[in-house]
């Protein structure tokens, strides 16, 4: 079995800031998905990748930039951080049937 | 935009039968039928899918409706552990030079008590 992991589990950062999350998978899946999870709320898609040095945009893909540079890995940058921030952004990648997720990063702006 | 209603929350008692309905009356012709459930500080996990026919794993049974119009994820004998939100989602079949893209809505809060 594979495993997608998500680095840092915690993050906070200050308004304005500059913030980078990293995810891994080694099922060796081509796609990959980055994901917003505020309270209560549904998952909100920001970016997702089909292949290396893929981008596609999702449907919340202002504020934010990605980085596929290798198969295994799908970075996210928060270009500005917003006061008050809190959301769990959530990695996942494609299989041929299933969608495998990370355990999120937790993101605080203070 | 999710393409598919849930009630917001269910409530059930240990042991018993628990219908969760989906309804997704706009679903095209090669869209999967894909369900997830999510526990407080985890991410979503697989629970099953389907296109047409009915299908059935260890974790639940998924009934379709024959128009496709709507679905529902029947989980026998639940225990406390089966407590999540549930999602229904559908798989957008893939598009030229974009592969899948996977939306997800607020899902339904399934709650079990002893």
């Known amino acids: 079995g594979g495993i997608i992991t998500q680095t840092p589990k915690f993050l906070i950062g200050q308004e304005g800031q500059k913030l980078t999350l990293k995810c891994q998978q080694n099922?060796?899946?081509?796609?990959m998905y980055w994901y917003r999870q505020d309270s209560g709320k549904g998952l909100r898609l920001i970016y997702y990748?089909?292949?290396?040095?893929?981008?596609q945009k999702g449907d919340l893909s202002e504020g934010y930039d990605a980085s596929r540079e290798k198969k295994s890995s799908f970075s996210l940058t928060v270009t500005s951080a917003q006061k008050n921030e809190m959301a769990v952004f959530l990695c996942?990648?494609?299989?041929?049937?299933?969608?495998?997720f990370g355990k999120g990063t937790r993101l605080t702006v203070v | 935009d999710a393409k598919t209603t849930q009630p917001d929350s269910m409530e059930s008692t240990e042991g018993e039968t628990v219908h969760l309905p989906c309804s997704h009356a706009?679903?095209?012709?090669?869209?999967?039928i894909y369900w997830y459930r999510q526990v407080p500080l985890q991410g979503p996990e697989y629970v099953t899918h389907?296109?047409?026919q009915n299908t059935t794993n260890s974790m639940a049974f998924l009934a379709i409706a024959s128009d496709r119009k709507s679905s529902t994820l029947i989980l026998p004998h639940v225990s406390l552990r089966d407590a999540a939100v549930y999602h229904c989602?559908?798989?957008?079949?893939?598009?030229?030079?974009?592969?899948?893209?996977?939306?997800f809505g607020k899902g339904a809060k399934l709650t079990v008590s002893p």
């Open positions: 996942a990648s494609k299989g041929r049937t299933e969608v495998f």
């Open positions: 099922f060796n899946h081509d796609t």
């Open positions: 990748s089909i292949t290396e040095n893929d981008l």
């Open positions: 706009t679903i095209s012709g090669n869209e999967y």
């Open positions: 389907g296109l047409q």
């Open positions: 989602i559908l798989r957008v079949g893939r598009q030229q030079g974009t592969g899948s893209k996977l939306s």
